[in-house]
C-alpha cells in the first residue's frame, strides 16, 4: 500500500496500514514536517520526500491520498491511467473501525458543530474520539486508540475518495460556494462531494441538515434517502427536528418535545443557532438527556480561530476568526456583531463575491485593514463604503493589529475575518491567528 502526502493525515494512514500488516511505503513531493518524519522512523515506515518515485508508486495495489493533494496533480493522474484505485484515509480508517460514527461536513461551522458535539457526548459520559479534518488524525487514533464513539469534521476534500465509508449520524451544516476551483468552478459538483457523506445510510441512521439552505434542499430533492430526516430551521416549525419559536430553540426527537431559551446558549450570533441546534439533535439521536445537552450548550467554549475573544486593550474588543476564508464565514462574523468594527480582512483569493457583504459593511464598519499581498478587489468593493481615508494596506499581522489599534476607539471591536485563504503571508489559518493573537497581547 502506498500512501499518497506526510501531513496529519496521510502519516496515520501510514501507521493503520503498518499496525494492519500491510507492506506500507509514503511519498510526499514536499518536505516532511519533523515530528512527522520521527513518527514514520519510530514505526519503521519507509518513505520518501521532495519528489515522487514513479515505479514505486505505481506498484502499489490501492493508494491512500492525503485530501490536500488535488485531482489533477500528475502523481494522481498516472494512478488513475494505470487503473489503481485510490481512497481516503476517512474511508481506509472506517475498514477498521466499529465505533458509532457521527460525521460533518459543510461549507461553514462544521469545526464549531463537531466540537460542540464532541462536547456534548464527553459531557455525557460517553468515551469519543474527534478527528478527520480536525485534531488527531482518524487513522491515527483507529491505530492507536479505542473509542466507542467517534466525531469526525469531514471535509469535501476527504469525501471525494470515499466509497463505502458510511456515519451512523450525518450532519451537513450548509452548502456555500467555496473551494470552487478543486470542482470547475461548479457549485453542482461541489454539493454533490459534500452529499457523499449520506450516500449509504440507512433506515436506523439519522441524516440532520439546515432546512434553511436553499442548496441543500435542492440537492436533496435529487437524491432518494432512506435514513431518518432530522431538519433544523429558524425560518419555519418542523415535525422532527429542531426550530425556533419566540426566543427559544425547540427540539423535536421521537415523542419528545423540549425547549432552550435562546440567550442561554454559550455562543452568540445567527449562525451559532444554526450550529447549535445541529449538535443538539446529534445528541437526542445518540440517546442523551435534554438536562446534558442544555447544560452542554450554556457551557461549552469557543474554539480556537473561529469568532474566538482574544482581549480588551483601551476598552477594545479583539476578535480572532482566522478560520473565516471565505465570504460566507466573514458575513457571519460581520452579522454578529454589535459594536461598531475595524475589519481585518485579506488573503489569497478564492474567486470572492463581496457584493453580498455590502450592507453588513455599511451598517457595521467604521474602518477596513487589509491584510494580504493584493488587495485590489477589497479596495475596489469597499473604498467607496468606508472612504479612502478608513482602509489601508499591512503587509503583517503585527502592522495589521496597530493600524487597527489607531482607527478604534473605545467601545468597538477589532475583527480579524479575512474572507480569504492565507497562503499569501501564512503557512495557514492556524499561524494567521495565533500571530494575530501575539501582536493583541504586544499592544
Not at 37 to 54: Q, V
Not at 68 to 81: C, Q
Not at 134 to 158: N, P, R
Amino acid at each position: 500500500m502506498v500512501i499518497l502526502g506526510g501531513g496529519e493525515s496521510g502519516v496515520g494512514s501510514a501507521v493503520l496500514a503498518k499496525v494492519k500488516g500491510f507492506e506500507v511505503f509514503l511519498s510526499d513531493s514536499g518536505k516532511l514536517k519533523a515530528e512527522y518524519a520521527e513518527t514514520l522512523r519510530k514505526w519503521d515506515i519507509p518513505f520518501e520526500e521532495g519528489g515522487h518515485s514513479a515505479e514505486k508508486v505505481l506498484d502499489a495495489d490501492e493508494v491512500v491520498k492525503s485530501p490536500g493533494i488535488p485531482s489533477t496533480a500528475p502523481m494522481v493522474r498516472a494512478l488513475r491511467e494505470h487503473g489503481i484505485h485510490i481512497i481516503s484515509e476517512i474511508e481506509f480508517a472506517a475498514r477498521y473501525d466499529s465505533a458509532r460514527k457521527i460525521c460533518v461536513t459543510g461549507s461553514n461551522g462544521k469545526t464549531t458543530t463537531t466540537s460542540l458535539i464532541h462536547y456534548l457526548l464527553c459531557e455525557a459520559g460517553l468515551d469519543a474520539g474527534l478527528g478527520g479534518n480536525i485534531g488527531k488524525s482518524y487513522a491515527l487514533q483507529v491505530a492507536t486508540e479505542k473509542h466507542d464513539y467517534y466525531v469526525l469534521e469531514i471535509s469535501s476534500f476527504q469525501l471525494d475518495d470515499c466509497y463505502e465509508f458510511r456515519p451512523d449520524i450525518a450532519v451537513i451544516t450548509n452548502i456555500t460556494p467555496d473551494h470552487l476551483d478543486r470542482y470547475d468552478h461548479d457549485i453542482k459538483n461541489y454539493a454533490a462531494a459534500k452529499f457523499r457523506l449520506v450516500r449509504n445510510l440507512r433506515p436506523e441512521d439519522c441524516f440532520i441538515f439546515d432546512s434553511d439552505d436553499a442548496i441543500t434542499i435542492e440537492n436533496l430533492s435529487n437524491i432518494v434517502l432512506k435514513a431518518k430526516m432530522l431538519p433544523f430551521s429558524q425560518q419555519k416549525e418542523v415535525e422532527q427536528g429542531a426550530f425556533v419559536r419566540g426566543e427559544s430553540m425547540v427540539l423535536r426527537y421521537g415523542g419528545d418535545e423540549t425547549e432552550i431559551y435562546l440567550r442561554e446558549l454559550a455562543l452568540g450570533g445567527k449562525h451559532n443557532i444554526y450550529n447549535s441546534m445541529a449538535a443538539a439533535l446529534a445528541a437526542k439521536a445518540t440517546g442523551i438527556s435534554n438536562e446534558v445537552i442544555r447544560r452542554s450548550l450554556k457551557t461549552f467554549k469557543p474554539i480556537e480561530h473561529r469568532l474566538e475573544p482574544v482581549l480588551s486593550v483601551g476598552g477594545v474588543l479583539y476578535i480572532n476568526d482566522s478560520k473565516a476564508t471565505n465570504v460566507d464565514s466573514a458575513w457571519y462574523a460581520l452579522e454578529c456583531q454589535t459594536k461598531p468594527v475595524v475589519w481585518i480582512v485579506g488573503g489569497t483569493d478564492k474567486g470572492n463575491d463581496y457584493s453580498v457583504l455590502e450592507q453588513l459593511v455599511r451598517d457595521k464598519v467604521k474602518a477596513i485593514v487589509c491584510l494580504g499581498v493584493d488587495n485590489s478587489k477589497i479596495h475596489a468593493a469597499f473604498e467607496g463604503i468606508v472612504g479612502a481615508a478608513h482602509i489601508c494596506d499591512c503587509g503583517s499581522a503585527e502592522e495589521a493589529v496597530k493600524a487597527a489599534a489607531g482607527f478604534a476607539s473605545s467601545g468597538d471591536v477589532v475583527l480579524l475575518s479575512p474572507c480569504c485563504a492565507s497562503f499569501d503571508l501564512f503557512k495557514n489559518y492556524e499561524d494567521r491567528g495565533a500571530r494575530f493573537k501575539e501582536a493583541v497581547r504586544r499592544l
